[in-house]
Structures are given as C-alpha cells and as structure tokens.
C-alpha cells in the first residue's frame, strides 16, 4: 500500500506542474468567408449561391497535454454572411437574398503538434463547434436597375416558427502555425444551419408543401495571442 501511494505520489508530482505550465489563454480573431447551399423539392427554383464575408473574434484556451498533443477551447463572437440569387420558372424576374447571422461560437479541438525547430510548430487540429445564434437579418430586393425591396426581416427569424434553427452542431478541421505566443490559423467548419421548412417564402412562392434545405460552410483565418498562465 505505501509503495502504490509512493507511485501514485511522483506520478502525481510529475504529471500536474508538467500541465498546468502547459495552459495557456489569449485572444483569437480573423476574417471569415462563408458559402450556403440551398436547395428544394420545388424542381422549377433556381438557388444561385454567393460567397459572403465574415469575421470572428474572442478568447482562446490551449492546454498541452503532452509536446505533442492537447486540446484548446475558443469562446468567439461570430458574423456570417451568405447570399444567392433566386429565381423561379415562369417568372421573369430574378431575386438577390442576404442573410446575416450573428452567433456565440464555441469551438473545441483536439491537436497535434509538430515542432520544426527554434519553437516554430506545426499544428493540426479537429473537433466540434457548438454555436447559438443570436440575431440577424434577411433583406431581399429584385436584381434589376430598379433593385425593387421584397422583404427586410429581423424579427422572428429564429426558433420553431422561424426560418432559421437557432443552434447549430458543426464539425472543423485546420492547422496552425505556432510561434512562442503567435498564433496563426486556417480553418474550414461545415454544419447544418438550417432543417425542413414547409414554405419557402422570401422573395418568390414556392408550391405548397414545398421544402427548403440549407447547409453552410464556412472558411476562418484565424490570428492568436496567448499567455503562459504560469506566469
């Protein structure tokens, strides 16, 4: 029994002060791009998808485990944008929809890491992203010269009854490059931002019954600063 506390003891010892010099908590931000795609049951619409800008900002925490891997957590404030044209058989006219989401982001990532020399490193990284939005807007207008309103909302955009799924589950995958407290990241997280809506109706009425589908993607570069919390 002694020897086992012994063990239990310098392990404990050995492994403890090893991990918390390790954790370290700093500020994340970047640009964004964002890219939707949008289709329906209705074979008569056309969903012409745009890339939209972004941007997301926050703290970072990173905890290495071990010189080779670990794990790191974010808690950002996050914009997307996307937008398509929208068009429908038998109707001249061709719509441009916006959209605008803000959310809470909160990554979590399991990485590995491998040095290069002079304590640069290469990292890579995986895990999922929990995200909750928090407002937003829709504003559509015809694509002519006359760039004629059809609909600007922001009030009930999320929820049951909403057009659009208020959390989200996504998956992201990236690298980093580390340098002592320097950070510099590239990353690509893909989610469901939206489920089955009976009614599609934006700018143009879709057959009744008809339903629309969402799915978005969205590319981050990302810039870090950490501290060493031991210090």
């Known amino acids: ?17 090893a991990s918390v010099a390790a954790q370290k908590l700093g500020f994340i931000g970047g640009p964004s791009m964002s890219h939707s795609t949008m289709w329906c049951e209705d074979e008569g619409a056309g969903f012409k998808p745009i890339p939209g800008a ?17 794990w790191d957590a974010a808690v950002m404030y996050e914009m997307r944008s996307s937008a ?13 929809f916006n959209r605008q989401l803000f959310y809470l982001n909160v990554p979590v990532h399991v990485y590995v890491n491998f040095p290069i020399r002079n304590k640069y490193v290469i990292s890579t990284f995986v895990g999922p992203v929990f995200t909750c939005a928090l407002h937003g807007r829709d ?11 059809v609909m600007y909302e922001k009030e009930d955009l999320f929820g049951k009854e909403g057009r659009i799924v208020r959390c989200e589950i996504a998956a992201e995958i990236g690298m980093a490059f580390k340098y002592r407290n320097f950070q510099g990241r590239l990353s690509y997280q893909y989610g469901i931002n939206n489920l089955t809506k009976d009614n599609y109706l934006y700018t143009l009425p879709m057959t009744s019954g008809t339903k629309t589908y969402l799915t978005q993607g969205t590319l981050k570069l990302s810039f870090a600063y950490l501290f060493d919390l031991r210090k």
């Not at 029994?1 to 002060?17: E, G, S, T």
């Not at 941007?55 to 080779?68: K, M, P, S």
């Open 54 to 70: 972004g941007f997301h900002v926050g703290a970072l925490f990173e905890w290495d485990i071990t010189n080779r891997w670990g």
């Open 139 to 149: 504003i559509a207008w015809e694509n002519t010269e006359m760039r004629k309103p």
């Open 1 to 17: 029994m002694n020897v086992q506390r012994i063990l239990v003891a310098l392990v404990f010892a050995a492994v403890v002060p």
């Open 84 to 96: 398509f044209d929208l068009s429908y058989s038998g109707v001249d006219t061709t719509n441009y």
